[in-house]
T-cell receptor, first 114, second 112 residues
Framework: QQQVKQSPQSLIVQKGGISIINCAYENTAFDYFPWYQQFPGKGPALLIAIRPDVSEKKEGRFTISFNKSAKQFSLHIMDSQPGDSATYFCAASRRGSTLGRLYFGRGTQLTVWP | ETGVTQSPTHLIKTRGQQVTLRCSSQSGHNTVSWYQQALGQGPQFIFQYYREEENGRGNFPPRFSGLQFPNYSSELNVNALELDDSALYLC???????????FGPGTRLTVT
C-alpha cells in the first residue's frame, strides 16, 4: 500500500512558469514532510521540508503548501528554469520505533522547456 | 563537511551471488538508513542502523542484512541475488532525533 501518493507522474512547464506537484497521505501520525530533487545518476537531494504546525514554507523559488485537514501537501516552483528539470519526490515520516523512516511517493519527472 | 559517500558506483553480479555495498555517513551523523530504488520508482526503506544495531526494517527478506561500524559507516549485504534486486541502492545519514536525511549518490546494482 502506497503510504504517500504523488501526482502528476510527469510535468512539462515553460521557462518562467510555475510547476506544481501534489502529494496526499493517509497516516495522521506523519509529522515531517520533505521534498527531494533527484537528477539522473544521482542520489536524492533534500530540497525543502515542512511540519504540520505550519501551512506554508518558502525557500527561494520553492514553496511547500500544507493542508492538514485534507492530508495533502504540494511543492510549488516559481519562475521554473531548465536547470530545475529533474525528478521530484515527496516523502513523509513519523516518530516511532524507526525514527525518521521515509515513505516516498512515486516521483514526478519535471521538464522545463527554455 | 564531508557528505555521504558510497562505493562502488556500479556493480554487475550474477543471480545467486552475494554483494556488499558500503556507505560512509556525513560528518557528525550517527544514524544510517538504506533504501532501494527501482527504476522509475521512489526509494523504498530497507533498514536503519543506530549504535551498530538494526533499528527497524522495511518489507525486505532476511537475505538483506547490514552492519554499522563504530565510525558510523555501514555496509549492506545481499545474499542469493535475484534479478529483481537490480536497483539503485541508496544510503542516507542523519543525526539521531533529527528528521533530515541526506543521501549518498547510490550504488547501481545489476543482476544478470
Amino acid at each position: 500500500q502506497q503510504q504517500v501518493k504523488q501526482s502528476p507522474q510527469s510535468l512539462i512547464v515553460q521557462k518562467g512558469g510555475i510547476s506544481i506537484i501534489n502529494c496526499a497521505y493517509e497516516n495522521t501520525a506523519f509529522d515531517y514532510f520533505p521534498w527531494y530533487q533527484q537528477f539522473p545518476g544521482k542520489g536524492p537531494a533534500l530540497l525543502i521540508a515542512i511540519r504540520p504546525d505550519v501551512s506554508e514554507k518558502k525557500e527561494g523559488r520553492f514553496t511547500i503548501s500544507f493542508n492538514k485537514s485534507a492530508k495533502q501537501f504540494s511543492l510549488h516552483i516559481m519562475d521554473s528554469q531548465p536547470g530545475d528539470s529533474a525528478t521530484y519526490f515527496c516523502a513523509a515520516s513519523r516518530r516511532g520505533s524507526t525514527l525518521g523512516r521515509l515513505y516516498f511517493g512515486r516521483g514526478t519527472q519535471l521538464t522545463v522547456w527554455p | 563537511e564531508t557528505g555521504v559517500t558510497q562505493s562502488p558506483t556500479h556493480l554487475i553480479k550474477t543471480r545467486g551471488q552475494q554483494v556488499t555495498l558500503r556507505c560512509s555517513s556525513q560528518s557528525g551523523h550517527n544514524t544510517v538508513s538504506w533504501y532501494q530504488q527501482a527504476l522509475g520508482q521512489g526509494p523504498q526503506f530497507i533498514f536503519q542502523y543506530y549504535r551498530e544495531e538494526e533499528n527497524g526494517r522495511g518489507n525486505f527478506p532476511p537475505r538483506f542484512s547490514g552492519l554499522q561500524f563504530p565510525n558510523y559507516s555501514s555496509e549492506l549485504n545481499v545474499n542469493a541475488l535475484e534479478l529483481d534486486d537490480s536497483a539503485l541502492y541508496l544510503c542516507a545519514s542523519s543525526l539521531r532525533g533529527r528528521n533530515e536525511q541526506y543521501f549518498g549518490p547510490g550504488t547501481r546494482l545489476t543482476v544478470t
